[in-house]
């Protein structure tokens, strides 16, 4: 019976769905295009299901680390304590005004503040990026700098010679590998669903193989 | 009937389809495929766990934070095929692995994971997956707290990523993490074999899952997946020539 609701009834989903979305695709259904539609919909709540297990675990986690007293645990204790403000904010109704205002002012600001922090991840990442290693990364490293040239305001009349190669590097060489690379990853997602609907590829609902490692 | 401008990609979905059925035919007959292609990107993990194992510190694992249903979804149930390999990988010489999700695939990751130790025999493993936000920010802070905090000796990446690779990516090589990425995003691929020991970029991505397997019938896809790039190439060079000396036919028949 487990092994029914498990792994037999998703892949019946996964088969009859799959074929539905390939048809409605290519073919003008009326009948089967609204299904779609709506089965597209059922996304959502599906989604909305996981979120509730994830905040389980997420409350299970700094519940275990304040018990523990691990090292920083008072951030778990105000993790714990913005999750269930902006629980009971959100659902109880009648405060939806303190949820926004306590939205806005807290996590617009605590966003921007990590972002700022992170934009030196990024940066220091761009430097690790452009260290010239082999003929590759010079490729890259040149690519990147007459495209940084190509695009200052000044580029223009220091170098006037990098809008032109600008243009033609974008429109040749960058627009076929991009072509190429959507095209190998249209027929690799394409070859993905047959197995995915062919039962081969067990991932997507949690069963691992057990024959290979 | 039949929607404007789809016929030509239904006739190359249908031939796909045909060859994959005839190469697994002869598959189940016992033919074998032997693949003239390897994937470094994917040989390399055990590597990169032994390396974590001989270090005494642990691997981290992310298939990104993309929606399973989301546009980029598919790359991330490609994330969750690699990251069983992984999980199996570390169970089998006891090492510890963390995962960063967000989203959607919580339970799924969850799931893959306790497995992944279960088929190793570890029946009482201690599920370490973690759950962060969704948004380049919030999910690539949680990445970097994560495998700081643990000082992650190897950073695998395997999903459907944006802006929050670069990221990911950062914070691994802070810690001095062995770096292995696979990412079909074309706006993300520069990054990816910049920022990554090493990588797998567009189709590679989904031909690792095949790989993995070793399955004959699964190889066969792979094959006939070579088939329809071939048939594709020649689509393009044979298009491109006619069209050199004004010829459009092809393309007026690929636009039907």
């Known amino acids: 019976m487990a092994t029914i609701l498990k792994r037999d009834i998703p892949y019946v989903l996964i088969l009859f769905f799959g074929v539905v979305m390939a048809i409605t695709f290519f073919l003008k259904i009326p009948l089967l295009s609204e299904f779609a539609v709506e089965a597209q919909r059922l996304l959502v709540p599906i989604s909305s299901a996981a979120f509730v297990v994830g905040g389980v675990s997420l409350l299970l986690y700094h519940a275990a680390r304040v018990q523990r007293r691990t090292k920083d645990w008072q951030l778990s204790v105000v993790s714990i304590a913005v999750f269930f403000i902006f629980l009971v904010t959100s659902l109880a109704p009648g405060i939806e005004k303190i949820h926004t205002v306590a939205y806005t002012t807290i996590v617009g600001m605590v966003t921007e503040a990590m972002w700022g922090l992170i934009a030196l991840f990024m940066v220091s990442m761009a430097l690790r990026a452009f260290r010239v290693k082999n003929l590759e990364t010079f490729l890259f490293t040149l690519s990147c700098v007459i495209v940084l040239i190509g695009n200052a305001p000044v580029g223009e009349s220091a170098f006037p010679v990098a809008p032109p190669v600008l243009k033609w590097l974008m429109d040749i060489p960058t627009m076929a590998g991009m072509r190429a690379m959507t095209i190998g990853l249209g027929l690799g997602i394409i070859a993905y669903g047959i197995r995915v609907m062919w039962g081969y590829e067990r991932a997507v609902i949690g069963e691992v193989r057990r024959e290979a490692s | ?256």
């Open chain 2, 1 to 256: 009937m039949m929607i404007s401008g789809r016929v030509s990609a239904l006739a190359l979905f249908l031939i796909l389809i045909a060859i994959v059925m005839y190469l697994t035919y002869q598959g189940i007959k016992g033919k074998k495929f032997v693949l003239k292609r390897s994937l470094p990107a994917i040989n390399a993990i055990p590597e990169a766990i032994g390396r974590a194992v001989e270090m005494g510190r642990p691997v981290h694992f992310t298939p990104g934070q993309e929606e399973i249903g989301g546009s980029r979804g598919t790359q991330t149930q490609m994330g969750l095929v690699i990251g069983s390999y992984v999980t199996r990988l570390c169970a089998k010489i006891g090492e510890k692995i963390s995962w960063s999700v967000a989203g959607d695939i919580f339970p799924i990751a969850q799931e893959i994971y306790a497995q992944s130790f279960i088929a190793e025999g570890h029946l009482d493993a201690k599920v370490d997956v973690r759950f962060f936000p969704r948004g380049a920010g919030p999910f690539g802070a949680g990445c970097i707290e994560t495998m700081s905090t643990e000082k992650s000796a190897t950073n695998i990446m395997f999903g459907g990523f944006g802006s929050e690779f670069p990221i990911m990516a950062e914070g691994g090589a802070r810690v001095g993490a062995f770096q292995i990425g696979g990412c079909s995003n074309p706006t993300m691929t520069p990054l990816v074999v910049a920022a990554c020991d090493y990588s797998a970029i567009s189709e590679e991505v989904f031909v690792a899952g095949a790989i993995l397997s070793e399955n004959t019938v699964q190889l066969a896809g792979i094959v006939a997946l070579d088939i329809c790039k071939a048939i594709i190439v020649c689509l393009i060079i044979l298009g491109s020539l006619l069209s050199t000396v004004g010829i459009k036919t092809l393309i007026e028949i690929l636009k039907i």
